[in-house]
């Protein structure tokens, strides 16, 4: 009875015990990991205030590391430790106790570093706050002139004069869109919209596209892959010469669309008459010499181009980049794990002009910032022109604030 008592205790005790009890708890029975990567950080120079828990717990936990202890000695001053990891820190064995410290010491280090009261000199992310400022000598001296060239006034009060005018005018927008029905106050104090409302039904958009669907007719995709490799001859470029038979010509369509899709060569051959598997492998690997696919393309946009239709959206001039996941095999050098879908993959840094011909195409590793990968694909597209073929390329920063002058580009 007092055995079933007892483990009745523990069980009411963890129901009470919050998720966040239960991950620390976690952390203090996986020392192993803990201490590997305390122990790897020994090389690197932390830097931070004195009050902080984080550094406290860092220099106390290297101290314990200098003297070869893993156990926390009698004598041990515990200061950065706060409320929620006390009890696994105090526990009565002193084994338990230096695992839990160490676990609070990751944690309290890790929210440190993200707060900025703990730094790394020579980190761009994890650096001193004060680095990335004007320092105070410099602003003493130079204030006035670098108030005039941010447009700021001298004095604090005005500039929050300022904010306060442009508080009061969307306040006064809030008030107005709110009697009109536009939004609504919920009980909350949150601000909802309410809810959408279908457009009246316009016909003139589905009479044209209904016209130009009939004008246009019911084409089959062979027709309109000979149709365009007669007007640009793209089959020419991609064997290096002219096709010699009709199978190397179909096998050299096999080809893009086994590389453009997830089908291989048996499946490809299965599906068009008159050639076979070892036609459509040996397409295949001809179409990887390098260049032969990007000179195909280049002439198949410039015709896109010139289209009349594709006049109607656009110039030419601008473009959009962007990168899109592509599974891969893990053998490959640049393949990592996609972080969403958890499979290997790499990713395909595209340009797209605005008359939808893609221009450039590059492979890049995931998650990497693509700043050079979007001016390189400028670069090479504007290379066989002494003028600028692109001159306006729109990316999304990934949280970074950037601002470039693409007309600065010229042929190299």
């Not at 009565?92 to 309290?108: E, I, L, N």
């Not at 221009?359 to 001016?375: F, S």
Request: proline content about 3%; hydrophobic content about 40%; overall charge negative.
């Amino acid at each position: 009875m007092d055995e079933a008592l007892k483990h009745l205790a523990v069980v009411t005790d963890a129901a009470h015990s919050s998720f966040a009890s239960h991950v620390r708890a976690a952390l203090t029975g996986d020392h192993q990991r803990i201490h590997a990567l305390l122990a790897g950080l020994e090389s690197l120079e932390f830097g931070g205030r004195e009050d902080d828990p984080g550094f406290a717990n860092l220099e106390a936990w290297r101290d314990l590391q200098t003297r070869k202890l893993n156990a926390l000695p009698e004598d041990f001053i515990v200061t950065g430790v706060g409320t929620a990891w006390h009890d696994l820190v105090h526990d009565p064995d002193p084994k338990r106790g230096y695992q839990a410290f160490s676990a609070c010491t990751m944690m309290s280090l890790r929210n440190s570093l993200r707060r900025g009261s703990v730094w790394i000199d020579h980190s761009m992310r994890f650096g001193d706050g004060d680095q990335m400022l004007i320092p105070a000598k410099e602003w003493e001296r130079d204030r006035v002139k670098y108030l005039g060239l941010l447009g700021l006034p001298a004095a604090a009060d005005t500039f929050i004069e300022q904010l306060l005018d442009t508080l009061r005018a969307g306040v006064a927008a809030v008030a107005e869109a709110s009697a009109k029905g536009k939004i609504e106050i919920g009980d909350d104090g949150m601000l909802h919209l309410p809810a959408i409302v279908a457009l009246e039904q316009d016909d003139e958009p589905r009479r044209t596209r209904d016209l130009i669907y009939k004008t246009i007719g019911d084409v089959q995709f062979p027709d309109l892959l000979l149709e365009v490799d007669a007007s640009t001859n793209f089959s020419e470029v991609l064997l290096g010469h002219r096709a010699k038979s009709v199978a190397e010509l179909l096998s050299t369509y096999a080809a893009l669309l086994a590389h453009g899709t997830e089908i291989d060569a048996k499946g490809i051959a299965a599906m068009i008459p008159g050639i076979d598997t070892a036609q459509v492998s040996l397409a295949m690997r001809g179409l990887e010499t390098h260049g032969r696919l990007r000179r195909a393309n280049e002439v198949v946009a410039e015709f896109q181009g010139k289209i009349p239709l594709a006049t109607h959206w656009g110039t030419g001039k601008k473009a959009s980049a962007d990168m899109m996941s592509l599974d891969v095999s893990r053998h490959l050098w640049i393949a990592r794990v996609d972080p969403r879908r958890r499979t290997y993959a790499t990713g395909i840094y595209a340009h797209v002009l605005d008359k939808w011909g893609i221009v450039y195409d590059q492979p890049i590793i995931l998650n990497e910032r693509q700043a050079g990968v979007a001016i390189e694909g400028v670069e090479q597209h504007n290379r066989s022109e002494d003028h600028i073929r692109l001159s306006l390329l729109a990316v999304d920063t990934h949280g970074f604030i950037v601002t470039w002058t693409l007309s600065s580009f010229r042929h190299r």
